[in-house]
């Protein structure tokens, strides 16, 4: 008999914890827009393979790198470690409605390690919809790739005057940069991340 009230016990406590359990191991953290790159109006140098090393970046791009680090987390639950994103969402507004411009984006390991090459990732050219923001900025609704080394997840509305974006697993790594060339003449290029 104590037997089966010990196992009757022992059901009842693990569908009493089971539930959170479950919510813990799933968690999905709901955040706004970045701006990783703001009015953009000169086309960014992009560096060829000899420059791609540790101290280029940290003399020319340090300021440009998106570090997608769950804060929000760390900061409520400080003895958890930093926590970086699974995936991140990149999208793109302009000051006119005709601006175009070309985005690569680079992948870089964390600085700490022994070695952290800027590691090419893909470049897309963009194109200005119709969609206008709060600060009357166009919003990107037109994404096609040139090259696509990570095979980076294209959400294109084609043209509908919606928000086309591009989405990517960051596979571990430390930081993310978005260069902006060919940029449309008069034009400047806005860049925002989120993650989750």
């Known amino acids: 008999m104590r037997k089966w009230i010990f ?21 999905t953290h709901s955040v706004g827009w970045t701006v990783i ?14 420059e791609r090393t540790k101290a280029y970046i940290q003399e020319h791009y340090a300021s440009m790198l998106y570090v997608p680090k769950r804060e929000t987390l760390r900061t409520v639950e400080a003895f958890r470690p930093v926590m970086h994103a699974n995936y991140v969402q ?10 175009t411009a070309t985005a690569t984006l680079y992948a870089l390991r964390d600085p700490a390690g022994a070695i952290s090459p800027l590691e090419p990732m893909g ?19 037109t994404v096609a790739e040139v090259t696509d080394v990570w095979e980076i997840k294209i959400l294109d509305v084609a043209g509908a005057d919606g928000v ?18 060919t940029i ?4 400047n290029i806005s860049c925002y991340a989120a993650y989750y």
Do not use: H, M, W
């Not at 086309?164 to 060339?181: A, H, P």
């Open 123 to 141: 470049s897309y050219t963009l194109a200005a919809g119709g969609q206008v923001t709060d600060d009357e900025r166009y919003i990107v609704d």
């Open 164 to 181: 086309s974006k591009l989405e990517f697993d960051t596979r571990g790594y430390y930081g993310f940069l978005v260069l902006l060339t």
């Open 7 to 27: 196992i009757l016990c022992l059901l009842c406590a693990i569908l009493y914890f089971l539930p959170s359990a479950a919510a813990n191991s799933e968690e």
């Open 184 to 187: 449309s003449a008069d034009d």
């Open 37 to 50: 790159r703001s009015e953009v109006d000169t086309a960014d140098a992009d560096p060829n393979a000899v």
């Open 90 to 99: 990149i999208c793109f507004t302009c000051n006119d409605a005709s601006a």
